[in-house]
């Protein structure tokens, strides 16, 4: 039969799709069509970003039947070219100066050297406008593509759907967190980051909150089928429905979007939320440390269903933000949000109070040959309008016991003691306490 090469540029259909990791991978899923004679014939493809995993690309025809697939990456190169055209007659423009020609005899390092038909001229690189050979090649291939050898019954369009996995695609949540009382607006967005050379529009998108499982040090992604749109509304909200598979939680945003290349586009995870929260004092201390400082605020967000959340929160950045009396935002830092499941508490970390101090001083300290005892007192003030909770965490390794504490405290591990309190508006508290080690 005669082979027939189709150079047809396959259409995108409207049911494409991209699922995200955060592994800086996606699985990308593309209907595409050539125009083909019947018999034997080759199709290509040539959409493919630069991040392509070479082995991944599955094609699956629904009216011909494949043969061979094959993986083209020989892409023009301008040095391997003139490299290709050592011995061979080129003509080189020089900066500020003409044209000059002869047999191309070198062309590695900083230099390239002709042979005229007067002597041997060597050209410094950073000196060359252009170069160029009389070459009767057909247009080179410039960008890598997908080849398949196939067998059609038929002659016109055959369709079919292209799945593969590219690298230079990740997301990230990003939360702003709107600070007013002791309420909050918890905001949850997604950033989708294309750093490939490739521009993909109209596609619907799904984020995978999970690290892939890796072998050989690649990502193994999980295969999932398109979910049915049917039930959303024209009125839905344009956040994303959230889904389980497995160990993964998926993210499938409700409208299509456009991804182009080198850009990333801010996407919205969840409808805002309005949660209660807890903020803390923290001043942490360890043996024998002497200091006065402001303390560390502690704010901390249970993901409950009675705290307006119960849903999973993905890893990601968190913005603080304080909400004034005329409703304007000021900006109160930022924090990384570890992965909070469904019941769990999120503990985020929102600077330091200049107006909560704390200072530690040791009273008495004696170390002997089989022992060591230290006395120590923490004084916390209170310059706030408003009441605030403290928490004293006091460090000590070893094996230890306290005494003449002047206040309860909690043994939180085996290296950590807690004090706990509440401090009124413009209050100070004073907290003393003895630690003895012994050894043998």
């Known amino acids: 039969a005669m ?36 018999g034997l014939s080759e199709i290509t493809y040539d959409q493919l970003p630069n991040g392509l995993f070479p082995e991944s690309p599955f094609l699956s025809l629904h009216d011909a039947s494949i043969l061979y697939q094959r993986y083209n990456n020989d892409v023009f190169s301008g040095e391997k070219y003139f490299n290709d055209k050592l011995g061979q007659y080129i003509y080189v423009k020089v900066h500020n100066d003409k044209i000059q020609e002869g047999t191309l005899i070198e062309t590695k390092g900083s230099n390239i050297s002709l042979k005229t038909r007067k002597d041997i001229m060597t050209i410094a690189r950073s000196k060359v406008d252009y170069m160029y050979a009389h070459d009767q090649q057909t247009i080179p291939q410039i960008h890598p593509e997908l080849a398949w050898d196939i067998n059609s019954p038929m002659i016109g369009t055959i369709s079919g759907d292209l799945v593969y996995l590219s690298g230079g695609f990740d997301w990230n949540a990003v939360y702003r967190f709107i600070l007013n009382g002791n309420k909050g607006e918890l905001i949850t967005e997604a950033i989708v980051k294309n750093s490939s050379n490739v521009d993909f529009s109209n596609f ?81 201390n360890s043996e024998r440390s002497k200091k006065e400082e402001p303390l560390k605020i502690e704010i901390k967000l249970a993901n409950t269903a009675e705290n307006g959340l119960d849903i999973p929160l993905p890893q990601g950045k968190v913005s603080l933000y304080l909400k004034s009396e005329d409703e304007s935002l000021e900006y109160a830092g ?107």
Request: proline share 4%.
């Open 3 to 38: 082979r027939i090469i189709s150079l047809f540029l396959p259409i995108i259909l409207l049911s494409q799709s991209m699922t995200v990791y955060k592994d800086n991978i996606a699985l990308v899923k593309e209907p595409v069509y050539w125009s083909v004679q019947s």
């Open 204 to 284: 619907s998108l799904k984020l995978v909150e999970g690290n892939l499982q890796k072998k050989g040090g690649r990502p193994q992604p999980i295969y999932r089928s398109d979910r049915s749109m049917s039930s959303m509304t024209a009125e839905s909200p344009p956040v994303a429905s959230e889904d389980v598979l497995g160990d993964f939680h998926i993210y499938e945003l409700p409208e299509r979007i456009d991804l182009n290349q080198n850009q990333s586009v801010t996407v919205r995870l969840y409808e805002p939320k309005n949660v209660d929260y807890t903020k803390t004092y923290v001043f942490q």
């Open 334 to 440: 930022e924090d990384e949000l570890k992965q909070i499941p469904r019941g769990e508490t999120a503990t985020i970390s929102a600077g330091r109070a200049f107006d909560v101090i704390g200072k530690r001083i040791v009273l008495h300290y004696d170390r002997q040959r089989k022992s060591e005892e230290a006395s120590i007192e923490i004084i916390v003030k209170n310059k706030r309008d408003e009441k605030v909770n403290i928490r004293l965490a006091e460090q000590i390794r070893g094996d230890w016991i306290i005494r003449d504490a002047s206040d309860n405290y909690i043994k939180k591990d085996a290296s950590t003691i807690h004090f706990s309190f509440s401090l009124d508006a413009g209050d100070s508290k004073t907290v003393t306490y003895t630690y003895r080690k012994e050894w043998k």
